[in-house]
């Protein structure tokens, strides 16, 4: 989930398992969603998106599911990789085209 | 090789100095974006342009200047009025995606620290 401060939220997976990253968001009036991948020293990866009038939506071994009528979006990564291993960011679309973007989630790859 | 190039990577800038970050696209994008991210936080948008000629102001705009003369470029001005200027930052572009939506593209970032 979502944190204030300088410490991200950790989510440790091991390598083969699914991962599910949650985000909380902050606007109801806010109408598309997206997640971005991050790794260390680069800029975020575009990974899938999703319109408020969606439940689901599915991706190469990605699935965002929303849930509206808690504000939640989660991330979800089937038989996660080292390669997976990243800091995870959700975005939403309040107005326009001005993102507002979490403070992300990292995620560990465990051997 | 189509995407955004930011330069240079690793930035230095005195006390008083301003500094110019360079962002360019070659994937025909009208709108482009300056991000700026600190530690274990997530993105604020800096300035944003949707076309040529024209930008607004972000979150954070205070100590920072843009221009938007070629619809490839939007170089970001660190100036000496920004007190805490270092930071990773980001340029993005967008174009429409699938869902009839504008999705952002990021550069691979600069990031810039104070002497």
């Known amino acids: 989930g979502e944190s204030v401060g300088l410490h991200l939220p950790t989510l440790s997976v091991q390598e083969g398992d699914n991962s599910i990253i949650n985000c909380a968001y902050s606007n109801s009036a806010s109408d598309y969603f997206i997640w971005y991948k991050q790794e260390s020293g680069k800029g975020p990866q575009f990974i899938i998106d999703i319109r408020s009038n969606m439940d689901k939506r599915q991706g190469q071994r990605v699935t965002v599911l929303l849930n509206k009528t808690v504000k939640h979006l989660s991330l979800q990564i089937a038989a996660t990789q080292p390669g997976d291993s990243a800091v995870y960011f959700c975005a939403e679309n309040i107005r326009g085209d001005k993102i507002i973007f979490g403070k992300g989630t990292r995620l560990h790859i465990l051997p | 090789d189509g995407g955004i190039t930011q330069s240079p990577k690793y930035l230095f800038r005195k006390e008083g100095q301003n500094v110019t970050l360079s962002c360019e696209q070659n994937?025909?994008?009208?709108?482009m974006y300056w991000y700026r991210q600190d530690p274990g936080q997530g993105l604020r948008l800096i300035y944003y342009s949707q076309i040529v000629n024209d930008f607004q102001k972000g979150d954070i705009a205070e100590g920072y200047s843009v221009s938007r003369e070629k619809k490839e470029s939007f170089p970001l001005t660190v100036t000496s009025a920004q007190k805490n200027p270092t930071a990773f930052y980001l340029c993005?572009?967008?174009?429409?995606?699938?869902?009839?939506?504008?999705?952002?593209?990021f550069g691979a970032g600069t990031r810039l620290s104070v002497l």
């Open positions: 994937l025909n994008h009208d709108a």
């Open positions: 993005a572009s967008s174009r429409q995606g699938s869902l009839g939506k504008n999705i952002q593209y």
